[in-house]
């Protein structure tokens, strides 16, 4: 019997398994030196463009002067040659690969650059930041004599990051003056290749490891960190913090750097990001694991419904929702959301099995039908939101 798999795909994802390709004029965009070139592609975190290992990967190159754009473009990456200003390659290598343009303005001017992207293994659809806690200790003298520490393991996927040695983190972990962030920690290389095996922390020595591990001993209060890499393999020059969007943890409003969370006296956690909703709040049906609310799906009864958190009550609303066909990759037209019983704040849309399967590849909602203004800050605290093209990610494939 065949299965149906419903597939989310996180921001930093590209593409469906039907690899369409498309580009949205706010994709992220990267200039190198005084060229007068500008280079779209993937996720960017850092101020590098992140890209997917094995994956047919969307790069188009644009003139910073609009009234001069660029015209012919040739390319070469990883030995293999292209024409066009928009190209697909599928990169073969991790890590910095070089792409090598050579453009030609309308003006006949032409400009030769290499710009370097950046090659990860994996850009998963799940939180990048994992919390997991130990047994703790009970305090017995001064200020804080009675209370519990308990110890803390953050992982932190690298996948955010440029894959550089010198890992570091700075935060409010100051007990007595919880204002003033200790700046720039560095990650002992001995805390940066982790893995999760059988849900617990491990550290590897015979892998690269997905996570690093930022280790501390908390008391139960609310807390404020960020996690980067130093420029210097050494742990010194600039600490420039990652990029955490679409996580739990990550108030995406106020800085997509800092992660916010609170340490409970019981020894949980609780993320104080915008994409954390307590599970008694949640529409039916799963999505991400990091307390995932914004965009949920089931599949039930020959029916694939998905649901959508909305920025108001249903009632003050008429929310539609916009599904981007797999095959052309068209958006569709706005199709009015239904209420959600017993969840005022969702709205949802029901499809047959066979309208959802192999038709889907991306979403959109918002909270008006008949201006069709699609709601771009409240989709964005998704974990499955695609910040380069501004849609949530949904591919539903037979298995």
């Known amino acids: 019997m065949k299965r149906i798999l419903f597939v989310f795909v996180l921001m930093t994802a590209l593409f469906s398994a ?34 997917q290992k094995d994956v047919n990967t969307s790069i188009t190159i644009m003139s910073i002067n609009a009234n001069n754009p660029v015209t012919e473009v040739a390319w070469t990456i990883e030995g293999q040659n292209y024409t066009g200003l928009s190209i697909t390659h599928k990169f073969a290598s991790l890590g910095n690969v070089t792409v090598a343009v050579s453009a030609k303005f309308q003006n006949n001017t032409t400009e030769n650059k290499d710009f370097t992207l950046k090659v990860v293994k994996d850009m998963s659809p799940y939180d990048p930041i994992k919390i997991f806690v130990g047994t703790p200790t009970r305090i017995a003298t001064g200020k804080w004599a009675g209370y519990d520490r308990w110890p803390v393991t953050i992982l932190l996927s690298k996948e955010r990051l440029a ?24 990650v002992p290389t001995g805390d940066t290749n982790f893995i999760i095996e059988n849900n617990l922390p491990v550290s590897v020595t015979n892998d690269v490891g997905k996570y690093i591990a930022v280790k501390r001993e908390l008391i139960a209060r609310d807390y404020d960190m960020a996690v980067g890499e130093f420029e210097k393999s050494d742990g010194t020059g600039i600490f420039m913090w990652g990029d955490w969007s ?15 969370f609170s340490m409970k006296s019981n020894g949980s956690i609780v993320p104080l990001g915008d994409g954390y909703i307590p599970v008694t709040d949640l529409a039916p049906g799963t999505a991400g694991d990091g307390g995932e609310g914004i965009f949920r799906t089931e599949l039930s009864n020959g029916k694939f419904i998905a649901y959508f958190k909305l920025s108001s009550d249903f009632v003050n609303l008429t929310p539609f929702v916009q599904i981007k066909n797999q095959e052309t990759g068209v958006w569709g037209t706005p199709v009015a959301l239904l209420s959600v019983p017993n969840f005022p704040k969702y709205g949802k849309i029901e499809l047959l099995e066979e309208q959802a399967l192999n038709k889907i590849v991306s979403l959109r909602f918002g909270n008006t039908i008949s ?14 939101f695609n910040s380069t093209f501004n849609e949530v990610r949904c591919t539903a494939i037979k298995q």
């Open 18 to 51: 039907c690899e369409f390709v498309e580009f949205d004029e706010n994709g992220q965009q990267v200039t190198e030196g005084q060229s007068n070139l500008m280079l779209k592609s993937g996720s960017l975190a850092g101020g590098v463009i992140h890209v």
């Open 163 to 186: 894959n550089k040695t010198a890992y570091g983190y700075s935060g409010s972990f100051n007990d007595d003056t919880p204002a003033v962030w200790f700046a720039g920690v560095k």
């Open 246 to 260: 679409g996580s739990a943890y990550v108030k995406a409003v106020e800085n997509v750097g800092i992660i916010k």
């Open 371 to 384: 201006t069709k203004i699609v709601d771009y800050a409240q989709m964005a605290k998704s974990l499955h």
